[in-house]
């Protein structure tokens, strides 16, 4: 059975300060692993690291793939309270459908 | 923002009864899918479509049936709703399967409540 898991499950951080999300996977036949930040309402998707993408970096947050630890990180510089979300990490296994195994999520308080 | 509208948004009803959520999208994207969100379990998948009337299971879909008679809709239903299945469900659609395709992208989500 395909299996994401992610820590911490919780975090609170002060405005400034770095954070360093984890997501580890078990699937059969890794195709994608993907990110997303779910504020109220719905999930936006952040980035996407495959076999030949793995590291990417948009503004203050950047993301790693590592196939030999099948595991990712995604680290977030200098918070700010905007960053409070939940961050949810999803593995595509490869086959039919397109799908998303997704990991219950890090939710992340950034106090002022 | 991807084109992707539920509706209800919220919902309460009782136990018993038959209960209807609509995905409607302008991208005419191929898939769709449903999924529920519930504390400590994330999104997990209901059920999805690759095409007009081409639907399948996903992990959690006992208690739960779809339809999908137009590319733009997709249609989830509980024919019996039970207070288990109180929970925020998501509308997601995507483009194309292949190695370079486009992320899902979710609906605002409705949030329903059986008594």
């Known amino acids: 059975e395909d299996k994401v898991v992610q820590s911490p499950l919780s975090l609170v951080v002060h405005e400034g300060d770095t954070v360093t999300l984890n997501c580890s996977y078990e699937?059969?036949?890794?195709?994608?692993l993907l990110w997303y930040k779910q504020e109220k309402k719905a999930p936006t998707f952040l980035f996407m690291l495959?076999?030949?993408?793995i590291e990417k970096k948009s503004g203050r947050l950047s993301s790693i793939l590592d196939k030999k630890e099948l595991s990712s990180i995604l680290n977030i510089t200098a918070t700010q309270t905007g960053d409070s979300a939940i961050y949810l990490c999803?593995?595509?296994?490869?086959?039919?459908?397109?799908?998303?195994?997704f990991g219950a999520g890090t939710i992340l308080r950034v106090k002022s | 923002d991807a084109g992707i509208t539920q509706s209800p948004r919220h919902k309460v009803t009782e136990t018993g009864t038959p209960v209807t959520l609509r995905c409607h999208q302008t991208?005419?994207?191929?898939?769709m899918y449903w999924y529920r969100q519930d504390p400590g379990h994330g999104l997990r998948l209901i059920h999805y479509?690759?095409?007009?009337?081409?639907?399948d299971k996903g992990e959690v879909s006992d208690g739960y049936s779809v339809s999908r008679s137009k590319t733009e809709d997709f249609l989830l239903t509980l024919e019996s709703a039970t207070s288990s299945q109180t929970s925020v469900y998501f509308c997601?659609?995507?483009?194309?399967?292949?190695?370079?395709?486009?992320?899902?992208?979710f609906g605002d989500g409705t949030r329903l409540s059986i008594l």
């Open positions: 997601a659609i995507s483009e194309r399967e292949t190695e370079s395709n486009q992320p899902q992208h």
């Open positions: 699937v059969t036949n890794f195709r994608s």
């Open positions: 495959t076999s030949s993408g």
């Open positions: 999803a593995v595509r296994p490869m086959e039919y459908g397109n799908k998303l195994v």
């Open positions: 991208e005419n994207h191929r898939y």
């Open positions: 479509s690759y095409g007009v009337k081409d639907t």
